[in-house]
């Protein structure tokens, strides 16, 4: 825009005293905006050398100039409403992950038991645990070591063998090294693969439940039992 000079703002600032329509200099709304440029516009030209007045070029430029002002304005407050509904849109999303059970980056796990009765009234109890690895390229041997979760000894170490790139979900019996079963409770696990004796990147992903959902600044959390509080956007698998 074309330099205006101290006097013509000193009338515009004056005008705008007089005038307790105008809006205020620290309005920032497209209309206040739209208004102080016009305003400015008009006490330019009135201010003009009636020798070397404006020509129309200049007067086009000025508008586009506001035109541009104006639209980013009006784009910005656009944008602001795009990003609440998209905030309400993923927690609604987020909300139909409640109940189901998903694979995300972590390094514990839970063994339970499950006993179940047969119609002769035999009962049966089986243990299970459930975890996951994530591998970046194929690999020929993946080595899980899982240990108890309070004194850190190793409980059980598996040997997976060779597996594709990808999601790998796993399934431990409760059994440990010395064949029997290990106590119900908490557990951490390792990773370790490799490919024609090269490591292979190889995430631990631990499973869990989704509790809840809820919202904050930092966005969208899945509550996931045994794991925490997530991004969306961590789950690697939804099981």
């Known amino acids: 825009m074309t330099t205006v000079s101290n006097d013509l703002l000193s009338a515009v600032n004056g005008s705008s005293t007089s005038n307790s329509n105008t809006s205020s200099l620290n309005d ?7 208004n ?10 009135q201010n003009q050398d009636p020798t070397n007045p404006m020509d129309n070029s200049q007067l086009t430029t000025q508008l586009a100039q506001l035109s541009t002002v104006s639209g980013i304005s009006q784009l910005n407050t656009t944008l602001a409403s795009l ?19 998903v694979l995300a980056p972590g390094n514990n796990l839970t063994l339970t ?7 002769d009234g035999t009962e049966t109890t089986t243990q299970k645990a459930v975890f996951g690895v994530q591998l970046g390229a194929n690999a020929d041997s993946i080595k899980v070591t899982i240990r108890d979760a309070t004194t850190g000894a190793v409980v059980r170490q598996m040997d997976l063998g060779s597996q594709a790139a990808g999601t790998v979900p796993v399934i431990w019996d409760g059994t440990n ?5 290990a ?5 951490t696990f390792t990773v370790a693969a490799t490919s024609g004796g090269t490591a292979v990147d190889a995430a631990a992903l631990s499973f869990g439940t989704v509790a809840s959902v809820s919202t904050g600044a930092d966005g969208v959390k899945l509550n996931v039992s045994n794991i925490g509080s997530i991004k969306p956007t961590d789950v690697i698998q939804i099981l």
């Open 177 to 181: 090294d010395a064949g029997t079963k």
């Open 36 to 45: 102080r440029f016009l305003k400015l516009l008009t006490v330019q030209m």
């Open 28 to 34: 920032n709304s497209p209309e206040a905006i739209q």
């Open 183 to 187: 106590a119900d409770g908490q557990y």
């Open 113 to 119: 038991s499950d006993t179940t009765k047969a119609a």
């Open 83 to 101: 990003m609440s509904n998209l905030g309400t849109s993923q927690s609604l999303q987020a909300a139909n992950m409640i109940g189901h059970s």
